[in-house]
């Protein structure tokens, strides 16, 4: 029987959109002669459904109509239950809908890329592909990954971070250290956000607070980071695991402004979005091949400190002037999975996909041969049974 690999993807977060794109693009590339492909859409209200007609764009176009001619499903928490079960039981019949034998999460940003789903599906225990809960925590924020990077002797750019709340309450003392360990410009992000959501620059105290405000409407922790003007952006793939993995070649994206846009990212210039492979870039990137494996080489790096798996990209800055080189961010999930990074490196999309799964299966397949609880029941042998014996003093 064909490998049932279930796609998830949509969900509650600004990059809904962008997440549909990328999945389809996925979906459409898997060899259906080896593989079974089960779409599951996530809603942005957190509805999950399953059909034939997520398989096509077009009909996103009419969200009500679309989930009309789909089924509303779930899975259980329970270790070792891959099904996929409707939501509402009939009458006569059974429930599961089908069985998963693997998962490619493809939800980018909040509630999906962040560990958020990953958790969930370490807890069933179902083969999955990418970062598991505790890379996708570290690689979805901002300051975490930065400090990790930092402490592991990865260069980033110098920055500032705060809570929504401190703020509110601390807003002088804040400016002033900002002002004084930075100094303008800078650039100011959402911590936990991609695809350039809530990103402003600020020139003047004025601009930060506009900026900052306008952050903290996505984030409850907010960045802010020195701003290399005459910067290049540069980024690179990595694929495999955090002990076995490869870069792809690199692209330098075009951008209209002080950073890449939304619209840089996904429109492309083109009258509708097409995911990361629409945007104008340059691949691979005209670069020195001194930087270009410097590059290469702090994109691999990234991958390994943060215990990554799957396909994650990086994205750096060089700095134009005096040619150093920073990390910026990781997307543990990237837009359409950069395919196209792939390809230009010999790896086709459909083996791409292919490699994926490989790399669920492989990781599974190791975890279950570590101890994860110990044969034993101390209530059976008398401990505890007193109530406070087992408490520490």
Same mark, same amino acid.
């Given at each position: ?5 279930g ?30 492909v /089960?779409?599951?859409?996530?809603t ?13 764009i ?9 989930l009309a001619?789909?089924r509303?499903v779930?899975?259980?928490p ?21 069985t998963?034998?693997v998962?490619?999460? !493809?939800?980018?940003?909040s509630?999906?890329?962040?560990? /958020?789903?990953?958790g969930?599906?370490?807890t ?8 598991n809960?505790?890379s996708?925590?570290?690689? $979805? ?8 990077l930092? +402490?592991?002797?990865?260069? !980033? ?7 929504d709340?401190q ?5 002088d ?12 410009? !800078?650039?100011i ?12 620059? +600020?020139?003047?105290?004025e ?8 952050a ?7 960045? !802010? ?11 690179c ?29 996904y ?7 097409k ?9 691979? +990137? ?5 930087e /270009? ?5 702090l ?17 750096v ?7 150093d ?16 990074l792939w390809? +230009?490196?010999?790896?086709?999309f459909?083996k791409l $996909? ?33 109530? /406070? ?5």
């Open positions: 029987m064909k490998t049932n690999i796609v998830f993807f949509g969900g509650r977060s600004t990059e809904h959109e962008i997440s549909v794109i990328s999945a389809s693009q996925a979906m459409h590339a898997i060899n259906r002669e080896r593989f079974d /089960t779409p599951v859409y996530i942005k209200d957190g509805k999950w459904y399953t059909g034939d007609a997520l398989l096509e077009e009909n996103y176009r009419n969200i009500n109509t679309l001619r789909c509303q779930y899975m259980r329970e270790t070792g239950n891959f099904n996929l079960y409707l939501s509402r039981k009939p009458f006569l019949g059974k429930d599961i809908v089908t998963l034998d998962v490619i999460p !493809v939800l980018h940003g509630n999906g890329e962040d560990g /958020t789903f990953e969930l599906l370490e069933i225990g179902i083969p999955f592909a990418g970062c809960t505790l996708s925590a570290n690689g $979805m924020d901002k300051i975490t990954m930065k400090m990790i930092q +402490a592991s002797g990865i260069p !980033v750019v110098d920055y500032v971070w705060f809570t709340k703020w509110f309450k601390q807003r003392e804040l400016t002033a250290q900002i002002e004084s360990t930075i100094g303008y410009p !800078v650039i992000k959402p911590a936990n956000l991609g695809s350039s959501v809530g990103i402003g620059r +600020a020139n003047n105290r601009e930060l607070n506009v900026r900052i405000d306008e903290e409407r996505y984030s409850t922790r907010i960045i !802010v980071e020195d701003l290399v003007e005459n910067l290049q952006e540069i980024n793939s990595v694929l495999g695991d955090c002990d076995d993995y490869t870069m792809s070649v690199l692209e330098e994206p075009i951008k209209t402004g002080d950073f890449l846009t939304y619209e840089d990212k429109m492309g210039g083109t009258k509708g979005a995911g990361m492979q629409a945007s104008q870039k340059r691949i691979p +990137a005209d670069l020195p091949s001194d /270009t494996e410097r590059i290469r080489y994109a691999g790096e990234t991958f390994r400190v943060l215990s990554c798996h799957g396909v994650s990209r990086v994205d800055i060089v700095d134009r002037d005096t040619r080189i920073y990390v910026n961010e990781i997307n543990t999930i990237p837009g359409s999975l950069s395919f196209y390809e +230009a490196t010999g790896l086709s459909d $996909m292919e490699r994926l799964v490989a790399l669920a299966i492989k990781r599974r397949r190791e975890l279950t041969m570590k101890t994860q609880t110990y044969d034993r029941n101390i209530f059976a042998m008398g401990g505890g049974t007193k109530g /406070t014996k087992g408490i520490k003093k």
